[in-house]
């Protein structure tokens, strides 16, 4: 289990508790992303992400660090791993595409009504879904950006989607919205 504390970002063995290690980091609002046999992570609140190889033991800061990436601006969700990329939304309106293998930035796109506080998901077939009651969008990974589709439903909303059944569910202010066949 995934964990940002205060200071660190830590791998956690969710039947007892236990912290097998630990990499200092910034990090408080967002959740960490993992996929590729690596970390991310940062703060959500702005400042440096950091990526790391979560085979250690202990603190593993010096030696299992693979890259820090020098400032994510501020944004409330979370990143995700898709394939090679590490996608992530910021103020203002903002995505960043950041290549795992070494942090380099693939590339940075507004996405006009993107919410930066919703996290986004991905499907089996590799879509990339950064889904809210206002404007969704869904985006194919890859070194450039290439947006699918674009979708409003109007309605201000700041959760992130939930998933269950095929189906997406995205909480707005007033009214809940199930999106999927029947």
Known sequence: MLVSASGAIQGVDPANGE??????????????????GRV?????????AVCVDPTGEGDVTKTHLRWTFPQIPEG????????DH???????????????TDGALTFTARL????TWASPFATPDGRVYFASAAKSFVLRPGEKLEVLATNEIGEEGRASAAISAGKIF?????NLYCIGGK
Do not use: M, Y
């Not at 409330?76 to 394939?83: E, N």
């Open 112 to 115: 006009p009504g993107v919410s």
């Open 86 to 100: 590490v996608w992530r939304t910021h103020n203002p309106e903002t995505l960043k595409c950041i290549r795992l």
């Open 170 to 174: 995205l909480r707005g202010d007033k």
């Open 19 to 36: 912290i097998l290690w630990w990499c200092a980091a910034q990090g408080d609002a967002s959740s960490p992303a993992f996929g590729g």
């Open 76 to 83: 409330l969700s979370s990143a995700i791993i898709v394939g």
């Open 40 to 48: 991310f992570s940062d703060s959500g609140r702005g400042g440096k």
